[in-house]
Nanobody, 116 residues
Framework: QVQLVESGGGLVQAGGSLKLSCRAS????????MRWHRQAPGKQRELVAA???????DYAESVRGRFTVSRDNAKNTMYLQMNSLEPEDTAVYYC??????????WGQGTQVTVSS
């Protein structure tokens, strides 16, 4: 049973920082890529950051320079360091992973709320 479990969300003031974690378990196969998406109320889910097995990294323009994605392969865990948070970053943040042979899986999401 594949599981992706996010943690680290919460309430923070504008200008503050949070670090999200996403731990993958149960896949039994190589993880080809991992990514963070977010969905704000009334908006479509959008890609925030993506990290491929070749360590290629891509960021949404709105977070570039403020967010940093990283991965600890030994722990099957991906992180998202979010600095200089803005109220517009308020959303549910979802972790996704693409596994070799078995496809894509998503976590349950973690709420990030940035107050002005």
């Amino acid at each position: 049973q594949v599981q992706l479990v996010e943690s680290g969300g919460g309430l923070v003031q504008a200008g503050g920082s949070l670090k999200l974690s996403c731990r993958a378990s149960g896949g039994g196969f190589n993880i080809k890529s991992m990514r963070w998406h977010r969905q704000a109320p009334g908006k479509q889910r959008e890609l925030v950051a993506a990290l491929t097995s070749g360590d290629n990294i891509d960021y949404a323009e709105s977070v570039r320079g403020r967010f940093t994605v990283s991965r600890d392969n030994a722990k099957n865990t991906m992180y998202l360091q979010m600095n200089s948070l803005e109220p517009e970053d308020t959303a549910v943040y979802y972790c996704g992973a693409s596994f070799q042979y078995i496809g894509d899986y998503w976590g349950q999401g973690t709420q990030v709320t940035v107050s002005s």
